[in-house]
């Protein structure tokens, strides 16, 4: 059996138009025109492209973005005046602060100031627990978008066995909660897997749904796929070979039902998801 690819650009690109035409009616009816304030430090290449996509996706739907570079040198203290300022800024909605943060940053300090009105990586501890509740202001836009490509692509997903491997708080994690939580496109039985897993491959052999959100390049091998299962790959890893997912790709298609590709899978549609919430903030913050 070879997986049937989930083509996330493609469906990103289905997204980001239903977006723009939700942001056009909400410009056309409130006067405003939401903006994603994007702050990047430093000079990471890899941050440096993700940020482009990112506010080329926003400009493309109809949306202003801003982009704020301070140096790698910045200091803490610096970040969190920055920060406060946009957080006062009303022709400011969302807060973009790109990770990583330099070491010398104190990346939970500045994570926390941003407010969480305007959180729209929803990495806030509030935002975090109104997610836990099952009340989300803001859902996180890497999770989010897996959960709709799954729903758009007919995966039933109530009652269905999901191993999310890896504990992040930008993935794993709120991916736990999302898919644990009743409500629709939800309703699973999820199982936490991480690098200290006791029998991993056996545990990711249980699941009908497999999420790949370990940051090692080519992590996910073919035994520990069942036959027939989703597979989506959260990596992306630079190698000497280019770019490589969580998951060894040639492998496992040969087992699995369904599979994401990198590039080309989840990484189109939590810059959809971006917008969403960029376009949610705005109208939160418009009366
Ligand atoms: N770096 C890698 N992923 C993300 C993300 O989703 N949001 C932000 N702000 N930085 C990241």
Redesign the pocket.
Known sequence: MTAAILDGKAMAGTIRAEIAEQAARFTRESGVTPCLAAVLVGDDAA?QV?VRGKRKACEAAGMRSELLTPPATTTTEELLDLVGRLNDDPAVHGI?????LPESIDELRVLDAVRPEKDV?A?HPHNVGLISQGRPRFL???PHGIQQLLVRSGMEIAGAEVVVLGRSD??GKPMMLMLAQKAAGANATVTLAHSRTRNLPEVCRRADILIVAIGRAKFLTADMVKPGATVVDVGINRTESGLVGDVDFDAVREVAGHITPVPGGVGPL?IAM?LKNTLEAARLQTG
């Open positions: 941050s993700y973009l602060v790109q990770l990583p990586d990495f996180p836009c890497t930008i993935v939590t971006l």
